[in-house]
Each structure stands twice: as C-alpha cells, then as structure tokens.
C-alpha cells in the first residue's frame, strides 16, 4: 500500500496570524481531552481558507504539551485503497497492535495488509477504537486527518465510528473538510467549525508578511481580490502580473489555479512533464515518477529537474519525496496540460507501475480515448475480484472507469448498476445516488431494472406515492421472475411488501402484491413468503400463516431467513416470537458487525414493550436510535424511536418522551409512514392521559381508527386498543369507542395473532356493561396471552377500579395492588402511579415508591449492567456494544454505587426479579 501525504510538523513551524477564536477553541478541547473527556471537530472551509494550517499549528502545540499526535490526510487520487488513510494514520502505533486480543489484531492486520479477505468495517473500527483507547490511556491522543473528503470510504467509516465514542476517553479528533464536498458527513450532533475568511486586520497582516515590497496600489487590489483567503494572499503576490484580466470573473479557486499554471509557463519541458507525471500520481515513489518523467520527454529527469518547480513555490521537498504545496496546485497542473499530455503522462504511468497491478490499471483507465472493451473487461475482473476480497471500495472506482470505457449503452448501464449496487453496500449514499443518475433506465431489462429499485429504494428511499412504487415493484419482480432471476424477484418483492406495511398500502396494492407471491407458487413454509404474507394481507393469510410460523426452526443461523419470520412477526403483533427471532438475528448480526442489519433487528424492541419487557425494549430502542444514525438507517431509526418515547412515556419520562416525539415529526420521512405516526400518536395519546385530559387524549387515539387520517395504520391500531379503551372510560366515551372497535372480532378471527388476543381481551373486559364486567374481568384475564405482563396488569388496575366504583372497596384492594407490583417490576411508572391513585381512594396507604433498578441506570448502563452480571468480560461486553472495554470499565465503576454493590459477582443479585434477561 502506498503512503498518503504525511504532514511534518516541524517542517514550517507554523506562524499563525489571527483565528484567535479558532485556536482558543482547539485549546479547550485539546484540555478536555488531556483531562479524559475527548471530543470531535469538524473544520470546514473553501479551498485555501487556512485549514491545514490552523491544523499544523493545533499539531505542533498539542506535540508540545507531550500529547501523541497522529496524523494523515485524503488524497484525490488515493480512494481507490481502502483504509489507505487509516493505514497512515495508526502508523506510530504499530507496536501497540501486537497487544490487542487476537480478534482485534486480526481485524486491523487484515485491514492493512494484503490479505485474501477483509473484515467487516466495523470490525476494524472497534478494533481501532481498542487500540487508541489503550494508547491514550497512557498518553492522550490527538487525531488530525486533513482533506477528509478525499479519505477512502472505509476509512473515513471507521473514524465516524471512533468519533462518536471518544466520549470517556483521551483522544480528541480533528477532521478537516472542503465545504464545497457533495456528501457532506456528521460526526457529532454538535456544529461544526466553519472556517471563515481571515478578518481585515489578520488578512492585510498575512499580506504583509508574504510582500512586503508591496506599492500601495497593488496592496489594497490585493487585499479586495482575496477576500480574505490566505491561500490568495501568500500566493497571488508571487505572480509578477497578477491573474489576467479575463479571469476576474472566475471564483477565487479557479483564479488560483489559474495563476498556479501560469507559473509554469516559463519552465523547462523537462519540469512540466515532472509536475504533470506527479499531479497524475502524487503517492508513487518517486523514482517511478522520475522514471515516468524520462521516458516522455526523452531525456534523463533527475530530482535537480524539479529545481524549478519548487523555486515557484508549487512544490516541496518532503522526506525526499516531491509534493504539491496545496492541492489547488495539483489540479491546476493536471487541469492546464494538454489532453494529449495527460494521457501520454498516465500511459507512461501504467508502463512504469507494471508490478502495482492496482495502479496501473488506474492509469491504463484513465489513458484510454474512447471505448476499450478489453480494458472494461479487465476492470470489470479487477472489481470481481475485489469484491470477493470484500474490498468492495477498491471496486466501486474501477467500476466507473469501466463504464466509461464500453460503447454499448446496455452494458454501460448493467456496470453502473453494479457500482451503484457496491457502493450502497458501503453505505455511501451520495455516491449511490451519482451513479445511478448516470444509468439509462431506457436500455434496461426487468433484472437491471429490479437491482436498480432496489438500490435506489435504499440509498434514495423516496415516501411519496407509495402505492405506484409498489405497484412498479411488483411489476419489476414479476418480470425478474419470469426471467429466471428469484433472487431479484424475491428481494424486490420483498421490499414492496415491506412498504405495504410501512406505508400501509391500501388493499388493492396489497392484494396485488399478495398476488404476485401467489403467482409464483412459494414453499408455504418458507421464510419469504410467510413475512411478504403477513406484511401485505394479514387478515386473510394471518390463521393460516402464524401456526407454519411457530413452527419455524429458531435454531437457524441465517440472520436473514430469521429477520424474515421476526419481522413478519412483529408487523402482526406477534409479540412472543417477533421478540424471539429478532433477539437471534440481533445477536448474528452483532457477531458479525454489521451494524446496519443490526439495527433493523433492534426494531425487536417494539414487541417487547407489548411483553412488558421494558428495560429490554428501552436499552435496545435506545442503542438502535444511535447506531440508526450511525448507519444512515432513517426508516429504522423512525421506528426505534417511536418505540424508545412510548417506553419512555410509560417509565414517566415524560420530558424525554416530549422531545422524541417532536424530533419524529420532524423528519421529513414522518408523514409517509404511517407506522410510525401511528406509534407518535398513540404516545401523544398517553401523554395527554396521563395528564389528566382524557377527553384530548380519546379523540387522539381515535384519530389511529380513522382510514383519512395520515395517523392511521390499518394493522398497527390495534395495538391502541387498550389506550382508546382506558381514554374512554376516563372521558365517558365508552359507546363511541365500541363502535370504531366493531370490526375487531371479526379481525381477529382472520388474524390470531398476540395483538389481536390481547385487544378483544382489554375490550371486553373494560368496556363491559356494569352488569357483565365480572365476569368478563375474569374471562379476560383468562384469554390474555400470557406474555402480555404489561397488558395483564392494567387489567388488573381497571378491574380494580371498577371495583371501586361499585363501592366495593374491599374487594378492590387485592387487584389493585397486584397491577402497583407489577407496575413497579416492569419499571411502569406511570401506571404504577395511577394503581397508587387508585389505591389511596380505597383507604390503602401505598408506603414509600418503589424505586425500579431502570430508574437509576442510563439504558446502555443497564445493558452493561446485564451483560456483567451474566459473566462476560469488560472486552466481550465492548464487542457486543460496540464500545472500548475501557468504556466498560468506566461504565461499571459509576453503574456499582449506584447499585449498592461492589463488584460484578453482586450485580446478578440485584438485577435479578427485574425479569430483564433475553430470550
Ligand atoms: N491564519 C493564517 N496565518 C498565516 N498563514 C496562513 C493562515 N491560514 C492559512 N495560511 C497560509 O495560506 C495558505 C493556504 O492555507 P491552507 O491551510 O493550506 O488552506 P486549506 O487547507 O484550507 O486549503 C498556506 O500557505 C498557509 O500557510
Ligand atoms: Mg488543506
């Protein structure tokens, strides 16, 4: 692997005029990090602005306060290497990655070496994070990496990665940016720095200090060309009649790059040819280059060839090795050489790269005029086999060179169908959207135009229309099927069925994709069709569907396979076994570190609040939340979040609750997925009951039963039941709410699922005529599914409530205080409160509250808390949770007071009877 440019501090100790703001914000964080609290920042700013430089000062101070300081940066011409930039950067640290678990060293060897397979980027990334972790527990750890933009995918995934985790650690990382970049990341919730231009008084100082032979005149011109960027203001001076008049309208990069070029203007052929040959490959040695540089121009190049070109400030010297001295530089030079020298100069690049396989195909690529068949071929093998290395990102580039090489259109489409299709592996989304931009839908045949839906329907989902979208879809896969492509066919139906749930299609569409699965004759028993049925037409497939899904073989290891029985599950409110799949499918995927398959098993949190588990349903929600984000994974991140403010509002957080919910309506997906505006609305509901505004909080429930309002969901309401049940009994609109509840009986015959149980059950029992409650408090308690321990118990607060109301206050007593234990087991606040409410009007003093364990640990305490209780080791718990051990470690010495323990053999004692351990 070839380097990236390092930057030396000590080469041009900095001196630094103004950013006094900047540099004091540096300071703060550089101390904050000394003292344990780590951070990140951002710096973004235009070409030239001074971000390198307030970098190299920000090196040299924190390398003199004795903090490690490591250090890399992007270069245009470099991503196609995966963790080339990372490589670079964990250099200094090679030694310390002999003293990483096996599993960690494997990761972050495989990464960087030229090994047959590669791991799991989020693999390398804990393993990463492990190793600065352990550094900068000896010495704190700065992380600069300069031109971020350019940094390698893989790369820059991991540095996301250890970004949002430098929480309780001595590492602080700096990034820096151009602000023009398309694809612009997030590395923290916080602002970033956005560089500025340098005040009058820094800029006329720069100025200044660059010329100060300056006649008034040319200074102040000067001064108002460069609006002060430094770049314009250490470089336009040298050039002796400054930019050409012509070019005044052009931004100011383009001016500099204009007046780089046209300091080579009076150079030698010899020099030119060096600068363009360097320019086309800036990280080759340099004796290639000097080699390249010879054979074009005929004569022998040497390094004293580049005399010239570092006199003109355009290069430097660096550990021997020549480089541009800004990348406007760079570009300038490539931009101004002709065509035909640029080719000549990546054809003699390939020839001289003859034993870096990887360059050279590079330069052959980037060499060819017009169509080269046999050149997209070797590139398409070249991709072929990068892929099957799992370097998926050293594939995406030579893919697009090699549709850029072929004449047919068709075939140009198919590689950058694939492309696209790589590069949405890699999460990169913009770079997904580009490509498939330039594909030409119109050459396709339904199995290119079924792998483009449904990369697109990844990388670019769009909510609007659903309804054509799943009608296109299925259309789509039909044709793929009829053509011999299952496995397009199948995930495309697939995805059309999933947004019949998501966006509760209407019963044409759902019928027609229905249809479509029927049409092609599927294993009854089989995974893919037992989820498509239960996600489009529930009610007529669900009696027939839901016994051949219990029945299903939990011991499988495909975490695919079994996403597709937990996931059909849970979108019919099959709460036991959703719960069951999706835990197995969780921890397969956690296994592997794939963190975006994940989090959309973590969606398992959502039945698990219906079994009452919510410790469970809270750590889980809360984890999928932030690693939702991390992934880029919005239609998952809606629902886990949903799910983590509905276990809030029941815990009594009604703040935290408040705000997930307003952040939900916020986004721009909310209003086309009723899924999740259903889950929103039901929790406003509970906020308002619990508020005492019953009658408020009725009409919101009711809104969930209304087909014209955007809140409904035709499946999900009915796991509202029991709220609409309690807000009318509480507002005096029993008779209404029977009445929007009429089709239930008939649902649920068709649709036997846990959900449908539990409503009839809550129903009966709760909007039962005074003279029939009795016994149908019994009956219902009886027909409730046994995993509904949340459920369970409010029935036991409303029977006895009723009771109360019948003035037998006796009798009232024992059920209520049955749901007020419960209630406080499970960690119900609300609900605990209201049994307590209850309790005190029936002459029963409550005693003190119950404090629940979930109360006095954050949720990923909790989910650590657990994990150390049932043995793992502080590493295996940072595998599982994807943090450094050392998080752990830090972690438990709060979680142990605060648990009135002293070591982890004593927490399983406590945290037991919180019936929170997994399936
Ligand atoms: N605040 C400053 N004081 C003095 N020189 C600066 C300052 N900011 C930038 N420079 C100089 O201006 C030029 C361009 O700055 P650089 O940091 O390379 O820009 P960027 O990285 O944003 O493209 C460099 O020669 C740099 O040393
Ligand atoms: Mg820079």
Excluded at 334 to 348: E, F, G, Q, V
Excluded at 426 to 444: C, E, G, I, K
Excluded at 764 to 787: I, K, N, Q, W
Excluded at 826 to 844: K, M, N, P
Aim: hydrophobic share 45%.
């Amino acid at each position: 692997m070839n380097a990236i440019a390092v930057q030396d501090p000590a080469r041009d100790a900095p001196l630094i005029i103004g950013r006094d703001a900047e540099l004091q914000l540096m300071r703060r964080l550089v101390g904050r990090a000394e003292a344990g609290e780590g951070g990140a920042l951002l710096v973004r700013g235009s070409a030239g602005v001074g971000k390198s430089a307030l970098l190299r000062t920000v090196h040299a101070e924190a390398a003199g306060r004795g903090l490690t300081v490591l250090s890399a940066s992007g270069v245009e011409t470099e991503r196609w290497f995966p963790y080339a930039a990372l490589h670079l950067l964990l250099r200094p640290l090679d030694r310390n990655v002999e003293r990483l678990p096996p599993g960690h060293r494997r990761a972050i060897r495989q990464a960087f070496g030229a090994e047959q397979t590669q791991p799991e980027v989020h693999q390398v990334a804990l393993a990463t994070l492990e190793l600065l972790a352990d550094g900068a527990h000896r010495r704190p750890i700065l992380l600069l990496i300069d031109d971020l933009q350019w940094v390698d995918t893989p790369s820059r995934d991991v540095l996301t990665f250890v970004a949002r985790r430098t929480d309780d650690h001595a590492i602080l990382l700096v990034g820096a940016a151009r602000s023009d970049h398309v694809d612009p990341f997030r590395w923290d919730d916080q602002a970033d720095l956005d560089l500025g231009p340098l005040d009058e008084a820094a800029a006329a100082a720069l100025l200044d200090a660059a010329a100060p032979e300056l006649p008034p005149q040319a200074r102040a011109l000067l001064l108002t060309q460069a609006k002060g960027n430094p770049l314009a203001l250490v470089e336009l001076p040298k050039s002796v009649q400054g930019t050409p008049e012509e070019t005044e309208h052009l931004p100011l990069t383009r001016r500099l790059e204009v007046a780089f070029a046209i300091r080579t203007d009076s150079m030698s052929a010899a020099c030119r040819m060096l600068l363009l040959i360097l320019a086309a490959e800036p990280t080759a040695p340099l004796s290639r280059l000097l080699a390249a540089a010879s054979q074009l121009t005929g004569s022998a190049v040497t390094l004293d060839t580049l005399q010239e070109s570092t006199d003109a400030g355009l290069v430097a010297l660096i550990d021997g090795h020549p480089e541009f001295r800004h990348p406007l530089m760079r570009s300038a030079i490539y931009r101004r050489a002709t065509i035909t020298d640029r080719l000549a100069a990546h054809r003699c690049l390939a020839s001289v790269l003859a034993d870096d396989p990887e360059r050279q195909l590079i330069h052959l690529a980037e060499a060819a005029i017009g169509p080269d068949e046999e050149l997209a071929a070797r590139l398409e093998r070249f991709a072929d086999a990068a892929q099957a290395q799992g370097k998926i990102a050293a594939g995406v580039p030579a893919l697009r060179l090699a549709a850029r090489l072929v004449r047919d259109p068709h075939r140009q489409t198919r590689i950058l169908i694939r492309a696209a299709e790589l590069s949405s592996q890699l999460s990169d989304r913009a770079d997904t959207r580009a490509l498939l931009a330039q594909a030409d839908l119109n050459t396709l045949g339904p199995v290119e135009r079924g792998r483009l839906m449904l990369v697109s329907d990844n990388a670019a989902f769009e909510p609007d229309e659903p309804q054509r979208r799943i009608h296109d879809m299925v259309l789509v896969a039909s044709a793929a099927m009829d053509v011999g492509d299952r496995h397009v066919a199948e995930d495309l139906l697939w995805r059309a069925a999933a947004r019949c749930f998501f966006q509760d299609g209407d019963a044409a569409t759902r019928a027609e994709t229905a249809a479509e699965l029927q049409r092609w004759n599927p294993d009854p028993d089989g995974p893919h069709s037992l989820a498509v049925r239960l996600y489009t037409e529930p009610y007529r497939y669900g009696a027939d569907v839901l016994p051949r899904l219990h029945r299903a073989d939990l011991d499988r290891k495909d975490g695919y396979l079994l996403h597709f029985l937990g996931s059909g599950a849970m979108v019919v409110g099959d709460f036991t076994h959703a719960s069951r799949f999706l835990a197995r499918t969780a921890a397969i995927w956690r296994e592997q570190g794939r963190l975006g398959l994940l989090v959309r098993a973590l969606a398992g949190s959502w039945p698990r609040f219906y079994l009452g588990r919510l410790e469970q349903a809270r750590t889980e929600s809360e984890e999928g939340r932030l690693l939702a984000r991390e992934a880029g994974e919005s239609i998952a991140w809606l629902g886990l979040t949903a799910t983590a403010a509905l276990v809030a509002v029941t815990r009594g957080e009604i703040a935290s609750a408040t705000r997930m919910i307003e952040d939900l309506r916020a986004s721009s997906l909310f209003l086309g997925m009723p899924f999740a505006a259903a889950i929103a609305q039901q929790v406003n509901g509970l906020l308002a009951l619990f508020d005492g505004r019953a009658g408020e909080a009725y009409d919101v429930f009711a809104r969930i039963f209304d087909p014209d309002d955007p809140h409904h969901h035709s499946v999900s309401c009915w796991l509202v039941v029991p709220d609409l049940a309690d807000a009318a009994v509480a507002a005096g609109t029993v008779d209404q709410a029977r009445g929007l509840l009429a089709d239930l009986a008939d649902r649920a015959a068709r649709l036997p699922s846990e959900m449908m149980r539990m409503a009839e059950a809550y129903r009966d029992a709760v909007l039962a005529p005074d003279h029939d409650a009795e016994r149908l408090y019994r009956r219902s308690l009886t027909a409730l599914p046994e995993g509904c321990l949340l459920i369970r118990a409010r029935l036991h607060l409303h029977h006895g409530r009723w009771l109360r109301q019948q003035r037998r206050y006796l009798d009232a007593r024992a059920p209520l205080r049955t749901a007020r234990d419960e209630f406080d087991r499970l960690g119900a606040r609300s609900w605990a409160e209201a049994a307590r409410s209850q309790l005190r009007a029936v002459g029963e003093n409550t005693g003190r509250r119950y404090v629940n364990i979930g109360e006095r640990l954050s949720s990923q305490e909790m989910q650590i808390a657990l994990l150390a209780s049932q043995g793992l080791s502080n590493r295996e718990i940072g595998e599982r949770l994807f943090i450094s051990h050392r998080t752990v470690s830090s972690h438990l010495y709060r979680i142990y007071p605060r648990l009135g323990v002293t070591n982890r053999g004593q927490l399983a004692a406590v945290l037991t009877g919180n019936d929170q351990v997994g399936d």
